[in-house]
């Protein structure tokens, strides 16, 4: 019995001196912790108001803010302006060219991206590196700097009428969906070689001496590794491509054929701005980046986060 009892405290001290250090831990911690804490809550609140005040006034009808003013609370709440603004703006057809302009680029882009990536990533050979440092310098042109140059570009460029009605690759949808690939693929080669190059080289050289060859290196071993790293690119290129004014503006002139971040200019008047009916507008763009976001959430914060704690 004697010995037992000996055996059982012996073998408790440790975890008891182990639980104590950890709570000691945790007591040194928590102020910095609370420091964080508050800076981020202040934060998320700052770029929240904006989002929740848009909202809000989107919610009441001009008559009633013209009473009591936009800092109030009385009057009615309803959805007029939004049915309103998706009426007046013609929202459906702008949201059908931001589709058939962004689901064409992310995916292109994560294409071309990843084969980039693998290519550099996975080989040594004498410009990998040129290369990639090619790619994401790219990336430090402002579009600006470049709208000129490209828009007489694809005014210069000539093309069959049967694929353009303009004979150019001006006022095409498929002309903004080149644009925006070539500008972002420098951004996504950088980010999924970085990643690939933490994926280990013995799964690659075990594929080649069962004689993978290199597609199938890239396909079969590489690609479904690098899942998470493409959803949360993906996210944030739906985000970056759909919300892009810029480009549309410059290339597209019929204004049908615009995305449906230019469609809130439908709802300004020419004397008077009804600011509810903007709001509501606004509020109908930003769903559907919301929308992609909360269910690519997970995916997204696990592309960001793996591999942070390696090393």
């Given amino acids: 019995m004697t010995t037992t009892t000996t055996t059982t405290t012996g073998a408790t001290a440790p975890a008891r001196a182990a639980a104590t250090t950890a ?8 102020p910095r912790h609370l420091g964080t804490y508050l800076f981020l809550t202040v934060m998320a609140v700052m770029w929240l108001i904006p989002l929740l005040w ?13 009473r009591y003013g936009y800092f109030s609370i009385a009057g009615r709440f309803d959805l007029g302006n939004y049915f309103a603004a998706w009426n007046q703006g013609g929202f459906a057809g702008y949201f059908l060219n931001s589709t058939l302009v962004t689901i064409p680029t ?3 882009t994560l294409f071309f991206a990843s084969m980039m990536a693998f290519a550099v990533s996975r080989f040594s050979w004498r410009f990998n590196t040129t290369l990639l ?3 994401t310098a790219g990336n430090l042109l402002p579009p600006q700097v470049l709208a000129a140059p490209v828009f007489e570009l694809f005014k210069l460029t000539q093309l069959p009428y049967s694929i353009s009605d303009s004979g150019t690759l001006l006022n095409q949808l498929f002309g903004v969906v080149a644009i925006n690939t070539a500008f972002q693929i420098g951004f996504c080669t950088f980010v999924l070689s970085n990643y690939m190059k933490a994926l280990p080289l013995e799964l690659s050289e075990a594929a080649r001496v069962d004689g993978a060859g290199v597609w199938r290196q890239y396909i079969g071993v590489v690609m479904p590794l690098t899942r998470p790293a493409l959803a949360a690119l993906g996210t944030l290129e739906v985000i970056f491509i759909y919300n892009d004014y810029f480009w549309p503006l410059v290339l597209i002139q019929s204004g049908d054929r615009l995305p449906i971040t230019t469609a809130i200019n439908n709802l300004q008047g020419q004397f008077l701005s009804n600011y509810n009916l903007l709001a509501a507008g606004a509020v109908i763009i930003v769903i559907p980046t919301l929308v992609i976001y ?18």
């Fill in 106 to 108: 992310v995916l292109l």
């Fill in 54 to 66: 848009a909202v809000y006034t989107s919610l009441r009808p001009k008559a009633d803010t013209d």
């Fill in 133 to 135: 440092i090619m790619f």
């Fill in 294 to 311: 909360l269910a690519l959430q997970r995916q997204f914060v696990a592309g960001l986060t793996l591999g942070a704690n390696k090393g």
């Fill in 23 to 30: 709570a000691a831990t945790r007591t040194r911690r928590g």
